[in-house]
């Protein structure tokens, strides 16, 4: 061990220890009277019957009684239970030895292996880059999904929601995203994700060509309120560590929905007052200081994709509109797409990136917007083309859509195993399409 880890190690050792006494547990919460601690500091429980410990955050204060959240399912915690104060927030280990590995919400292997030697301790909880140390996103980032890079260019350090409903092709466009992207590191974190769908996702998504370098965060529903939370700030700070390394990162977050309902469970056990859908106002508080820490720094890039489940398809439920109005552009995936076999289900008409404009050249933009104006053109008469009742000669502009539409159709659909460089991307809507809308 080297002198300077000697060093600090010997910096944290307390000198000694505080303790306090649970008095009561009610729902989600456990109320202790003492020690002296502050919120967000992590305190160890210690079992009454067992030599079991119980990691818990500090999440308020009530009269002199202090509340905390356990990490995990407690059975062994009971009046008289001894809490001992660490006085420190949440710490993970992070480091190039982490890639390829599964974590739980605070950073331990979900398969019970040790973690190498040499990596680094982190907080999880940290602020946002200052606005006017960030650099302009100048850089498009190729993820090798014809659909995005050619109409809804992404660039490097851009923060993009996925909007959809259950079951319309979410997780598979991330792992695409995953798989073909060239970003250097890929962190990814599963959220409030039914404990089936971990490894189907790792195994069979993700593949182990996307696993060499990924690290996966789970946290699935089954587990406390709190570790959902703690799962998406882990894996934001591990995305942060690599992006001051220099390297341009991926964070993908499946869902930032469930993030949120996370949050209410705790607003609710701690006596928060509900608003919209029984939300309380730390989700809304909460979301963008998690949304915000993504992007650029001087250092590197963060390019984040969260997705966001609407309820019946509802682009304007209270966690959906909060989303779209910090991100920096969204996909919306399309029920109706899906039903038809359309893959991935990008309803083109719906998504935007804000960035797309200024990270692409000229002829791609014209290009982008000749093939959106002839979908538009297209879906706008869809429906007497379907029953016969336009005639050809009636409208140029729907009949140069008609004549596209299969162009248009085929360019939009991709299988999973078919990734696309961003260049023969460009070059096909270029090559295809005119400023006008019309075919080449």
Do not use: W
């Amino acid at each position: 061990m080297k002198a300077a880890d000697l060093i600090t190690k010997v910096k944290d050792i307390n000198p000694y220890k505080e303790y306090g006494k649970v008095t009561r547990v009610v729902g989600l919460t456990i109320e202790s009277q003492g020690p002296k601690t502050a919120v967000g500091d992590i305190c160890l429980i210690h079992s009454t019957n067992t030599k079991e410990t119980t990691k818990a955050e500090v999440v308020g204060f009530k009269d002199k009684n202090v509340l905390l959240m356990p990490l995990k399912q407690t059975s062994e915690i009971g009046p008289g239970s001894l809490v001992e104060a660490t006085k420190k927030p949440l710490q993970v280990k992070t480091g190039t030895g982490i890639i390829g590995k599964v974590l739980d919400g605070t950073g331990i292997p979900l398969d019970q292996s040790p973690l190498p030697e040499g990596l680094i301790t982190i907080e999880t909880e940290k602020q946002p880059p200052n606005p006017l140390t960030r650099p302009r996103i100048e850089e498009p980032l190729s993820l090798g999904v014809k659909a995005i890079d050619g109409l809804l260019t992404v660039g490097k350090g851009q923060r993009v929601g996925i909007f959809a409903g259950s079951g319309v092709g979410k997780s598979t466009l991330l792992s695409m995203i995953t798989r073909y992207s060239d970003a250097d590191v890929n962190v990814i974190a599963l959220i409030g994700e039914r404990g089936r769908e971990v490894k189907d996702f790792i195994e069979r998504d993700l593949g182990e060509e996307g696993m060499k370098k990924s690290v996966v965060i789970v946290a699935t529903s089954d587990q406390p309120a709190l570790m959902r939370i703690k799962g998406a700030l882990t894996a934001t700070a591990i995305a942060e560590y690599f992006r001051d390394q220099g390297q341009h990162v991926n964070l993908m977050m499946d869902s930032v929905t469930r993030f949120a309902m996370a949050q209410r469970e705790i607003g609710l056990a701690v006596g928060e007052p509900p608003t919209t859908k029984g939300y309380t106002p730390s989700v809304f508080a909460l979301l963008p200081r998690l949304l915000e820490r993504s992007g650029t720094n001087d250092k590197g890039t963060i390019t984040a994709f969260y997705t966001v489940l609407v309820d019946g398809d509802d682009m304007n439920e209270p966690i959906a509109d909060a989303v779209r109005g910090i991100l920096d552009g969204h996909l919306v995936l399309d029920r109706k797409l899906a039903d038809k076999g359309h893959y991935p289900a990008i309803n083109i008409l719906k998504s935007v990136s804000r960035i797309m404009g200024e990270i692409v050249t000229e002829q791609h933009r014209k290009a982008a917007e000749a093939f959106r104006k002839s979908l538009a053109t297209y879906v706008e008469a869809e429906d007497l083309i379907n029953i016969g009742a336009y005639k050809k000669g009636s409208s140029p502009e729907i009949d140069q859509a008609i004549q596209a539409y299969p162009l248009v159709n085929g360019f939009l659909q991709q299988s999973t195993g078919e990734p696309q460089t961003y260049d023969h991307t460009v070059g096909f809507l270029v090559e295809n399409f005119s400023a006008r809308g019309d075919l080449s």
